[in-house]
């Protein structure tokens, strides 16, 4: 890596010269920077008490999102080879100060142990917003829109009817009512598919897991589209799985590069969300489903779909699982009541494969014994009251106007050069940046000026994504979404002036 003459006048920076990136490798980005810092550390080039250069010149010197750089310090500072002072800067350990404080050492008897173990990432994805902000961050439903005392009733008659059963551990697989239920839905959709292959899992976040780890074995590569779930990218990173992104573009997946993929990787299985997807909210045209299906089933790659929210979709028309197109050996579908009715429910559930059902029972019942009984009895209750229904239309309602709220403001206000997806359901939208503007940074900005927005490079392996940002529409009513897009096009457009300012002053430096 060649640094900039600007960042060469810094002899922290002298110190970091010749660090090599490999950005399209699994690796992520960061990582690969924290571990040739700590490398320069240990071979004695920087030594105990020297200062790291700030993050914003080192993302500079080493083309990287700033980010990018402020993670690598995390880590590093995390494993207890830096220290940071607030307002003094990033400072190399030396072994003194090592023996001299108690909590370094403590945690230096556990970091020969930790080196490969995650980080949490927790918390720190999104900057910490006020009551006052508005939050297009959140892809969770309005708690205003929980159905709080419908569920109270049904508890209530659950605790009537059941007496201490239902405070019992439950069955391995789940409460078998509730799998019937979710079979008749499922039909409804157009799956055909016995209660014992739906396993009732603690959210869908558990069955990604636990399918995950099932069909990635070493060796093998997950295959996920890009920007994706951030979560998915997280339990990847947790399992030490090799990643390779698939990119998408306006019609979904792109199956030029999926096809590339699987020439040039052991594909364990590719893992997608063919409808309204987390973050972009594209939905794969109808030509690419069918195209993708047959190209799976030719190289034999298992696809993971997740349906999560597929089932707001607030015009009516969205397409079916691709389990629906004639039971496909090779897919699992993953779906949740999350996003329907509430996330604190935790409970997801995985369409197994008939081969598959034992080995993923199994493990499920080795991570966690078993899953709510009580939860999943009242859930079954407000299904047969015909309640999820009732709610289901009344929160799609909802969602559509602020959707459409969201929709209207973007068009009354952005600035030309900014481009956004139009979903017709889900939660979420991706907004692409004029060029020259930095995502995190932006994000930063309209966060100080009142709004909560997700940088795109979030969603991204390697440090992508800089240039989108994704904006959730459905936790927020429509005044608020109205104020929080006129405040978000304010800030590009300050960020658009700048920039040009900054050009014709000649400097090179990221807007904002
Ligand atoms: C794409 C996607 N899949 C799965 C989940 C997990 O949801 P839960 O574990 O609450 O069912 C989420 C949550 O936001 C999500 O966005």
Avoid at 90 to 109: H, K, L, N
Avoid at 118 to 136: M, S
Avoid at 217 to 233: H, V
Wanted: glycine share 10%.
């Amino acid at each position: 890596m060649i640094l900039s003459v600007k960042a060469k006048k810094h002899g922290s920076i002298l110190a970091l010269d010749g660090i090599h990136l490999n950005r399209s490798g699994d690796e992520p980005l960061y990582v690969q920077v924290a571990a040739a810092i700590r490398g320069r550390i240990q071979s004695g080039a920087m030594p105990g008490g020297s200062k790291l250069p700030a993050t914003r010149d080192l993302a500079l010197a080493l083309t990287i999102n700033r980010t990018t750089a402020v993670e690598a310090y995390r880590l590093l500072r995390e494993d207890g080879w830096v220290r940071s002072g607030v307002g003094s800067g990033t400072f190399v350990v030396s072994r003194e100060s090592e023996e001299e404080a108690p909590v370094t050492s403590r945690s230096g008897f556990w970091s020969s142990r930790m080196e490969d173990l995650p980080r949490p990432e927790h918390g720190r994805a999104q900057p910490v917003a006020d009551a006052a902000t508005i939050r297009l961050t959140s892809p969770t439903a309005d708690p205003a829109a929980f159905p709080l005392q419908e569920f109270r009733e049904v508890l209530d008659e659950i605790f009537r009817r059941e007496g201490a059963g239902c405070l019992d551990y439950g069955p391995p697989d789940g409460y078998a009512p509730l799998r019937e239920v979710l079979a008749e839905r499922l039909a409804r959709q157009g799956v055909q598919v016995d209660p014992p292959r739906i396993l009732l899992t603690n959210g869908s976040q558990q069955g990604l897991e636990l399918i995950f780890r099932l069909l990635v074995p070493q060796g093998r590569t997950l295959l996920i589209e890009e920007p994706t779930y951030q979560l998915a990218l997280r339990t990847a990173r947790a399992l030490r799985l090799n990643v390779r992104a698939v990119g998408l573009d306006d019609e979904g997946l792109r199956l030029d590069a999926l096809s590339r993929s699987l020439d040039e990787t052991r594909a364990g299985m590719l893992y997608t969300m063919p409808v309204f997807q987390n973050p972009t909210g594209l939905t794969l045209s109808p030509e690419r489903r069918t195209r993708l299906l047959a190209l799976a089933s030719e190289r034999g790659l298992p696809i993971v779909e997740d349906h999560f929210d597929a089932e707001l979709d607030y015009r009516g028309d969205a397409p079916p699982p691709l389990l629906a197109e004639g039971s496909p050996q090779n897919v699992v579908l993953l779906g949740t009541f999350s996003k329907i009715l509430f996330p604190g429910l935790r409970v997801g559930w995985i369409v197994v494969p008939e081969p598959l059902i034992g080995p993923l029972s199994e493990m499920k019942v080795c991570a966690d014994l078993s899953g709510g009984l009580l939860t999943q009895m009242a859930l079954y209750e407000f299904c047969r009251r015909g309640l999820l229904d009732t709610h289901l239309s009344r929160i799609r309602e909802r969602n559509a106007a602020r959707l459409a709220a969201m929709l209207g403001a973007l068009e009354a206000h952005m600035p030309s050069g900014v481009r956004w997806t139009r979903p017709t359901g889900g939660m979420c939208l991706w907004l692409h940046l004029p060029k020259g503007l930095d995502a995190d940074e932006l994000a930063g900005e309209a966060l100080r000026r009142g709004v909560a927005v997700s940088a795109g490079t979030a969603f991204h392996t390697n440090g992508g994504g800089w240039d989108g940002l994704r904006l959730c529409f459905i936790r927020e009513d429509e005044e608020r979404i109205r104020a929080g897009i006129r405040q978000l096009a304010l800030t590009i457009e300050d960020g658009i002036v700048r920039g040009h300012s900054r050009e014709s002053e000649g400097a090179a430096a990221p807007i904002l």
